[in-house]
């Protein structure tokens, strides 16, 4: 897969961490085990707990193993582990959530540094006057104040404080996502329209740098550092132990939705849907991701789960609501308009939460995303071939299947400009991502037939020349161009802040910032 013989060793090559980590000492091993907090751990290969510790969401990359795991409790417990494993010779790696990085870059034969211990919240009201506003039936106090999390915790763990307290940052769908990944790549979600990417929320972090030092980057304490944790990513710059937002407060209602058609109607759902985001580019208020998508074990299986639907929520009425999804409501069979219209429903901003949540892609999966402006959009040819391509998918045994997704943008996040943090793609209308996904348990030589797959699917969908831009959070290993597909032209002021705050390279992957790999 790509530049796959060196993820997990830190950017150096496979055997010279293996040496390295022979090399250290039972006694090395008991002195950073008592450096520790008493909340803390350290977890070696043959302890009970090490197994469901060391193995990453993406079972893709099931096999890389670190040679000890750090559970870090506390800001020191960082610090003290990143000074070990650099006498040690050994790379750092942190893992916030679960290791759901699409190209395994949260894994290491060196040192895990696993943040899930780091779970705490909390939160202060802003001072002064509220600025609130009305948008339907919801009424929201925006930058009602600022929430502090610790760097182990999920969109999940989130949930409770929107569902009993009414306080939302912008995060993403999958519950078992760490915020620190999702912030540092920038943050797509169904809010993102309405109150900017997870990014743009954040107010500080602090994290630990690879010389042991802890600083707060803000506005106003090292904004250089600031501008570069807004979008370039995660294990570039230091170990985040803490990240603080701005939080609205909600009251009221949301309209949701859910629609589904067969693989029948792509054409006609792929342009109204698209069309409609495309008026809706500044109404922050509309939110939807479209997507085909078939799971399935045979041929047959394919054809008869292949399907394309779309999901959001909107900041209004029902009545705009219905009126702005007009055109799709129009699709397809008696029974699917029927069934579509009646999945428009006014929901709770928790229960929208709910509903939105998705734990996808799972299992063993793979990634090729783009970014996909509003002059160029799919056509009609490129859906019709995404559609014949998805019905060639092989299969497997996992249901998350195969397809495309198309997360709409537009709204606040396209108000910044692109070089105000280091999340370039304010110009786009889509955030594509064509994915492919398999389960531990099926035959040999379906990852090698799922992989080519996917890159057929995607060369059929875009030829040659795909598009320029691609998300940093859904990263792909075999990306040529992956410097400025990720960062466009930020790319060389990330650089330079990689040399400010770890000039040794410490924090190093094949696609860290200043990597020289390909």
């Not at 109150?195 to 250089?224: I, W």
């Not at 009126?323 to 308009?337: Q, V």
């Amino acid at each position: 897969f790509g530049h796959g013989a060196s993820i997990g060793t830190g950017g150096r090559l496979p055997g010279a961490v293996a040496e390295a980590a022979a090399r250290v000492s039972h006694r090395d091993w008991e002195r950073l085990a008592a450096a520790l907090s008493p909340r803390a751990a350290l977890y070696r290969p043959w302890d009970s707990r090490y197994p469901r510790l060391a193995i990453p969401f993406n079972h893709r990359y099931a096999g890389i193993k670190p040679a000890g795991i750090v559970a870090c409790a506390t800001a020191r417990d960082v610090r003290e582990a990143l000074r070990w494993a650099a006498r040690a010779g050994l790379p750092a790696v942190p893992r916030s959530g679960l290791g759901h990085n699409y190209a395994g870059y949260s894994t290491t034969t060196g040192l895990l540094l696993n943040m899930a211990r780091m779970k705490n919240i909390a939160s202060a009201p802003r001072p002064g006057a509220a600025r609130v506003r009305a948008y339907g039936p919801m009424t929201v106090v925006h930058d009602a104040g600022t929430v502090t999390v610790g760097a182990g915790v999920t969109n999940g763990d989130l949930h409770p404080m929107l569902e009993d307290r009414g306080m939302f940052v912008p995060t993403g769908r999958c519950p078992s996502v760490g915020i620190a990944g999702l912030v540092l790549g920038g943050g797509i979600g169904f809010s993102d329209k309405m109150f900017g990417l997870t990014c743009d929320r954040l107010v500080s972090t602090t994290l630990v740098l690879a010389d042991g030092r802890v600083v707060e980057a803000s506005e106003e304490r090292h904004p250089d550092l600031f501008w570069a944790c807004r979008g370039g990513a995660g294990s570039n710059f230091g170990v985040h132990t803490s990240f603080t937002f701005c939080y609205e407060q909600f009251h009221g209602d949301v309209g949701f939705y859910k629609l589904r058609w067969s693989l029948d109607s792509v054409l006609p759902v792929i342009a109204a849907a698209q069309q409609i985001a495309r008026d809706a580019l500044d109404d922050k208020r509309f939110h939807c991701r479209l997507g085909i998508g078939t799971d399935g074990l045979t041929g047959s299986q394919v054809r008869a789960n292949a399907n394309v639907n779309m999901i959001g929520q909107h900041y209004g009425t029902l009545g705009e609501l219905r009126a702005i999804l007009a055109p799709l409501l129009a699709i397809g069979t008696a029974a699917e308009r029927a069934r579509n219209c009646a999945a428009i429903r006014e929901v709770t901003p928790g229960q929208a939460s709910e509903l939105l949540f998705a734990t996808t892609p799972a299992g063993r999966f793979a990634s090729k995303s783009a970014i996909l402006t509003p002059g160029a959009l799919l056509t009609g040819k490129q859906a019709a071939a995404a559609a014949d391509r998805l019905l060639d998918w092989p299969g497997s045994g996992n249901k998350d299947g195969a397809g495309f997704a198309m997360f709409a943008l537009g709204g606040e996040i396209n108000r910044v400009p692109p070089a105000a943090t280091a999340f370039v793609h304010r110009d786009g209308l889509f955030i594509f991502a064509a994915e492919t996904c398999w389960a531990d348990r099926d035959r040999p030589g379906t990852a090698a037939a799922s992989l080519r797959w996917l890159a057929e699917f995607y060369r059929g969908i875009f030829g040659a020349t795909p598009p320029g831009h691609s998300y940093q959070n859904f990263p792909d290993p075999t990306l040529q161009d992956w410097r400025r597909a990720y960062y466009g032209a930020n790319y060389d002021r990330l650089v330079q802040v990689k040399r400010t705050y770890d000039p040794a390279g410490f924090f190093s992957y094949p696609q860290a910032i200043g990597s020289r790999r390909p």
